[in-house]
């Protein structure tokens, strides 16, 4: 009786350790790197870390680029440009993350220009004589 | 009796069996809990700090020089065609200035900088250099708007031009001794930062092989000519 308590006791012990250890190592790590990479991608910092990098990098163009860029279909942002900085602030719809904005520089002439509610963003140059740039954004579903 | 007492004493014996395995175990198990928390915790988290904050500076000094090499203002056009990575000497005779009138305390607007920033543009014509390194070619200071309180870009230019024009030479210099020549030295900056930089205001200053030997160019002279140039980006920011 006493040595089939200790054996039932042991495997019962054996499979919560491999079943934790399962979980810890591929299910915990893998939902993990889904939540980080999901927040990497719609985090005010990256958008506008991305954004300012296509803005400066259209440039190098020497004809005519248009990039579009979609962080997440899910997430909306509000923007502005002012002195060569792009400002985003996610719309989160948790109170504790709506303060988390982003200004990140860009080193090309964009015109003043600021919107609210968007996820969709493009970027247009061309050279007609001289370089002229356009940003746009909208409301992606 | 004797049988009974025997028994409770077998019971007690396999009690502190039990009790002894179940401790080992479970210590085992809490030790790789706290082990898997930790791995995880510093191997995930760590590597996503470590991806976004790294050489933002270095980045900079790479899309400014690229869109230089697409720029208007400085490359070669051909038939209304803009030829990326070759520039046009008469260009940059107009706009940059030449080795014996450069100084870093006249920034120009060409609308192509970041905010905050000084950024020294050096552009050496390769197939001229004399036997001691000197080049010949063109070097511009491009300012970007200036949006954070308290600090002036005038102040600071003035220093570093105060420090850089008794060695205006060494950046004209492509190489001495096989060693290639920055654009800035970091006691000069060093000094200049601490005398005209408010302290709440972070410095990030190129200091790579970037930024010290260049993209390779080409330079397009008035006769036709086609000499083998490098570009090299320096860019100081201040956050």
């Not at chain 1, 190592?25 to 719609?42: D, R």
């Not at chain 2, 092989?209 to 002279?221: A, D, M, Q, R």
């Amino acid at each position: 009786m006493m040595k089939g308590t200790i054996t039932s006791e042991v495997i019962g012990f054996i499979l919560i350790v491999f079943t934790m250890i399962t979980f810890f190592t591929v299910m915990l790590p893998k939902f993990l790197s889904t939540i980080i990479e999901l927040f990497g991608k719609t985090s005010a910092e990256n958008v506008a870390r991305q954004l300012a990098g296509f803005i400066t990098i259209s440039g190098s163009a020497s004809y005519k680029i248009d990039i579009d860029y979609l962080p997440s279909r899910d997430v909306s942002y509000s923007f502005s440009i002012k002195s060569r900085n792009i400002i985003i602030k996610p719309e989160f719809k948790v109170s504790y993350a709506e303060k988390a904005s982003s200004t990140q520089p860009f080193a090309i002439n964009l015109t003043e220009y600021g919107q609210e509610g968007v996820n969709h963003f493009f970027i247009t140059k061309k050279i007609d004589g001289e370089s002229s740039y356009e940003f746009k954004a909208k409301k992606e579903e | 009796m004797v049988k009974a007492l025997m028994s409770s004493r077998q019971k007690k014996k396999s009690k502190g069996l039990i009790i002894s395995l179940s401790l080992i175990l479970g210590s085992l198990f809490v030790i790789a809990v706290i082990g898997l928390i930790f791995w995880i915790f510093v191997s995930r988290i760590l590597e996503v700090h470590v991806a976004v904050d790294e050489y933002t500076n270095e980045r900079h000094a790479i899309n400014l020089a690229n869109l230089l090499l697409s720029s208007e203002k400085i490359v070669y056009e051909k038939e209304g065609k803009l030829m990326r990575g070759i520039l046009d000497a008469e260009k940059l005779d107009k706009i940059f200035s030449r080795e014996d009138s450069f100084s870093v305390a006249n920034p120009i607007d060409i609308g192509i900088g970041y905010p905050n920033s000084i950024t020294i543009v050096r552009i050496l014509d390769l197939e001229s250099c004399s036997a001691s390194g000197d080049c010949k070619g063109w070097a511009a200071v491009l300012a970007g708007p200036t949006s954070l309180e308290g600090l002036s870009m005038t102040k600071f230019i003035s220093c570093l031009s105060e420090h850089v024009k008794l060695d205006v030479g060494s950046i004209f210099r492509w190489a001495v001794g096989g060693i290639l020549m920055g654009l800035w030295q970091p006691w000069d900056l060093k000094n200049c930062v601490q005398n005209t930089i408010p302290a709440s205001i972070k410095s990030l200053f190129t200091n790579s092989e970037i930024s010290s030997e260049g993209f390779p160019v080409l330079i397009k002279y008035p006769n036709s000519d086609l000499h083998l140039g490098r570009m090299s980006v320096a860019v100081g920011e201040f956050l």
